[in-house]
């Protein structure tokens, strides 16, 4: 496992952007897939964006397409989840997680995670 620290959360207008970090810690961190996923109150965690340990592949939930990037740079061991155009719907607590091998989309697939950082979108 490797362990995970997520910044750059904050409060924002709508419309405005974000750019989220994550470093981690561990020296197989290029051999994970990474992934955001977030929390809104009352609601189950959700899929956000997934992307390869190569950086080759990425995939998006619909309702971030467009507007959210994931990217990663395994020389810092860092992903970062970059997020323009933000909406109210945005609100979460996004959290960072890392799994071996393949990127996936489901939440069950990651055995590692960050503690989360709070994203609140005003309107």
């Known amino acids: 496992q490797v362990q995970l620290v997520e910044s750059g959360g904050g409060l924002v207008q709508a419309g405005g952007s974000l750019r989220l970090s994550c470093a981690a810690s561990?020296?197989?961190?290029?051999?994970?897939?990474m992934g955001w996923f977030r929390q809104a109150p009352g609601k189950e965690r959700e899929f956000v964006a997934t992307?390869?340990?190569?950086?080759?592949?990425?995939y998006y939930a619909d309702s971030v397409k467009g507007r959210f990037t994931i990217s990663r740079d395994n020389a810092k061991n860092t992903v970062y989840l970059q997020m323009n155009s933000l909406k109210p719907a945005d609100t979460a607590v996004y959290y960072c997680a890392a799994r071996p091998y393949a990127a996936t989309v489901s939440v069950v697939d990651f055995n590692s995670w960050g503690q989360g950082t709070q994203v609140t979108v005003s309107s």
């Open positions: 992307i390869s340990w190569s950086g080759g592949t990425t």
């Open positions: 561990g020296r197989t961190f290029s051999s994970y897939a």
